[in-house]
Every structure is written in C-alpha cells, then in structure tokens.
C-alpha cells in the first residue's frame, strides 16, 4: 500500500492519476493530515497503515512569502519531512520526497579548466541562499537521517495541469496582453509533473517487483538548458500553433534587476540527469516535446 502526501496538489494529482492507471493501491492525504505534528502523522498510520511506501508531495513552496514566513516554511519543508521520516524508518516503509534546484546557489559547477559551467550533480554541495531552499536542503538532511530506505528526487521549474504554475501563468497573461516580459539571465530545466510522476511510478513498481534502485538522491527534470525567455517563448509560439493562443503578444526579454522579487533567484539550476537515467534505463524527454504534450492535453480539455 502506497501512502500518497500532499495528492491534491499538482504533482499529487498527478502521482494519483498514474497510481490509477497501474493499478497500484494507494491512498492519498492532504490537509485532512497535519505532516507538522508527529501525532497526526502517527494515528493516520495506525488507523490505515502499515503502508510499504511514503511518498511525500506536502511542501511550502512560495519562494518569495517564505521570506516573510520563515517559520511556517521551515515546519513545512524541514520539520514535516521530518516526521514521515521518521515514521518511515520506524515502520520500515520506503520514503520518497521531493526537493528543488534551490538547494543549490546558481553559479554552476565550473569544468576543470574553463569558465564554462555544467549541470549540477547530486554530490555537489549544496548552498542555498533563501529561507525556501535553505529550509529544503534541512528537509533533505533530515530525510537523510531518519529514513534509510528513501529517495530524494530534486526536480527544477515544475508545471503541469493542477495548480499555479510558470505555464498557466504565461497563457493566462499572453491571452490579456499586448507583450510580456521575461527573465533572460535565468537558465534552467523545466519539469511537467505528467514525466516526474511517471518516474515516481516506475521507481515503485520496480522496488514492489523486487528491482528496487539504490536508495539516495537523484535529479529529475526534462532535458534542456534554455531561460525563462526561451520558455515563455516556446509556450507562445507552441501555443499559437495549436491554436490556444489566439491573439499576438509580444514575448520579451528583460533582466533579474528588472524584475521585482524579494529573493535572488538562481541564475543557473540546470540539473544533471544521469544517474536517475542509468539507474531506470528510462529516456527523459526533452523539454519542449513534454511542453507541446501538455499543451495538447489542454486544448483537449478546453475543446
């Protein structure tokens, strides 16, 4: 039995959706499960349990208000991991959680003699330099400490079909507006929540038949290094094609100073996918044939 965290939300409903669809027996938790209280996690899993997988989606993830919510963002990303982790070691269930580029500061990694930078790894030491991801890299540590058996999968950029997100955001503007205007100096790995889901699904079913992946940390997003521009971009010409978009936007680009934001976003995030590739055998699409798919299912849906 899976014990789905956090299933309302974007990846949740995806994860469910997936779950579905393979058949694998789980049942889903949102608010109705406070994860900041040790008790409220433990009776839940006394009353349903014994659950064989944990998979945690719950997390604060409004990168600016953690600024001003510190502590809320702290018992959410570093406390709640917390405890399912350690509910996960005392049950001897398999605990995956989710975390995030920001872990890392955005300067990149520099190859060995040269000034060019290469995707992040997941050995490479973390440095996160806002309450969201210093709150994310305590909740990794403490995944780390009190669930040997668990996977930790840092994705970057997520969007998908439930919940707000950089797409929806993009549509809804260019569908109201004459232009807009984009970050250019931010680069990174967008991430539909469909793929990320689909992996979660496959690290399962492999572990329930008994070829189970090293437990660790792993890195997941779509394939590509391209910014904020290039993306809003894709989503406009994309979105023109398959007739979503009906009316011309201007799409340009403007740098992070132009930008107002209370936290310095990384200027570089893009993730290395290797291992997680490697250790499935899968192939990770990349990021624009994933953004035309979720893009189809949309028209689909508002046909």
Not at 128 to 135: H, K, L, N, S
Not at 267 to 279: F, M, P
Request: hydrophobic letters at 35%.
């Amino acid at each position: 039995m899976i014990w789905l965290i956090g299933s309302r939300g974007m990846l949740g409903t995806e994860l469910s959706r997936g779950f579905d669809e393979a058949g694998l027996a789980y049942i889903g938790t949102d608010l109705e499960v406070d994860i900041t209280q040790e008790s409220s996690l433990e009776d839940f899993a006394e009353q349903r349990g014994p659950f064989r997988w944990i998979v945690n989606c719950a997390a604060y993830t409004a990168v600016d208000r953690a600024e001003e919510e510190p502590e809320l963002c702290r018992r959410l990303n570093a406390g709640g991991p917390a405890h399912i982790a350690a509910l996960a070691g005392k049950t001897g269930g398999v605990l995956v959680h989710f975390s995030t580029d920001y872990v890392f500061n955005g300067k990149g990694i520099c190859l060995e003699n040269s000034p060019e930078i290469r995707p992040y790894r997941e050995d490479d030491p973390p440095d996160p330099i806002g309450v969201y991801g210093r709150t994310k890299w305590e909740g990794e540590r403490k995944v780390r400490e009190y669930a040997e058996k668990s996977y930790i999968m840092r994705t970057s950029w997520l969007y998908g079909r439930y919940g707000k997100n950089f797409v929806t955001t993009m549509l809804d503007l260019m569908r109201k507006r004459d232009r807009v205007s984009v970050v250019r100096d931010q680069r990174g790995s967008p991430t539909w929540a469909r793929d990320l889901a689909e992996t979660i699904r496959i690290i399962i079913t492999r572990g329930e038949e008994g070829r189970a992946i090293p437990y660790g940390i792993y890195h997941y997003s779509n394939y590509g290094d391209i910014s904020w521009f290039d993306f809003a971009r894709g989503i406009y010409e994309r979105g023109r094609e398959l007739g979503i978009l009906t009316r011309d936007c201007a799409v340009n680009p403007c740098t992070s100073g132009e930008y107002p934001s209370r936290v310095k976003r990384p200027a570089y995030s893009v993730l290395d996918k290797t291992r997680i590739q490697e250790a499935l055998g899968i192939t990770i699409p990349q990021w624009d044939r994933s953004l035309e798919a979720f893009l189809k299912i949309i028209r689909g849906n508002d046909a």
